[in-house]
């Protein structure tokens, strides 16, 4: 078996997206809307884990794609999930005050900032995909148009922002587990599909390798929002970098509140336990995304 260092691998490559995202989003300095791009700026490096753009780049050099290819994308994935993070802390959606272990981007600056910046960010994320296909020549971009696809068909209505909508009108007495399923695969699910489906598409992926690795990340997605939810029961504030027990106060239908927590607590090992039997299909090359999902299922932060 070919030998993985899970973690310096890991820091290899945030490292890398780290300074891709940097170039891409302007300081503004001494400019009149210096205030939104510092509020973006201050979200986005505020300390998130980087899991979407990792499993976009592994997952593409696991195939052996060209990282280059996929780290607008990658890039993209991580300022959608920042503007995501940036609105679910509102004072009229969860009202956070504390993310990624900083104050919430509302409270470091204004709420109206907060908004602006959220819907900056996502504008970012659009042009830095736009100008990945347009530095193509024509007849190459049909893969890079197809990537660009599988993200936007899941960041609207049909994906994260139905998700939302649905977490939001939901309490632990009203909500059965259909429902309860249906939030967590929009909210959070299809978020952590896309990146592997991103990273297969631009690595040439085979159709059956391309449903291979979805079923590993649909189920790597579950288990990573059973797990949110247990640590918000559980966790540790100071690892979490996230208020605990917000949840509880807000009546929220969460897999504990509806499932109990041991229960919950199975469901993580065994649906992991699936997401990896799946990345069979990648042999050896598998390696690294099998230790992520081990690193994703035994998480505390
Ligand atoms: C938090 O996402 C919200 C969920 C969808 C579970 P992450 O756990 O990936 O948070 P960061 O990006 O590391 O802050
Ligand atoms: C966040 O879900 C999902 C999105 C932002 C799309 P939660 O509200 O459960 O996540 P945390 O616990 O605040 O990170
Ligand atoms: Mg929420
Ligand atoms: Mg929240």
Redesign the pocket.
Known sequence: VEKVDFKSKTKEITAIVESALDKNIPTGKNRLQQEVYEAMRYSLFAGGKRLRPVLAIATCEALGGNIEDVLPYACAFEMI?TY??I???LPCM?D?DL?RGMPTCHKMFKESTAILAAMGLFNNAVMIMKNAILSKSPDKRDKFERAMSEIIDVTGAEG?IG??IV?LASTKETTDKDTLHFIHHH??GV?VTAPVRVGAIIADATEEQLEKLTEFSKNLGLAY?IQ??IL?VIGDEAKLG?KVG??EKQN?A?FPSIYGLKESQEMVAEISKKSGDALDILGEKGEYLRQLTKYCANRDS
């Open positions: 999930h995501t993070l609105m679910d802390d969860d956070d993310r994260l998700g939302q977490d909210k959070t978020f929002q949110d939810d918000n996230k917000s949840d929220k969460t």
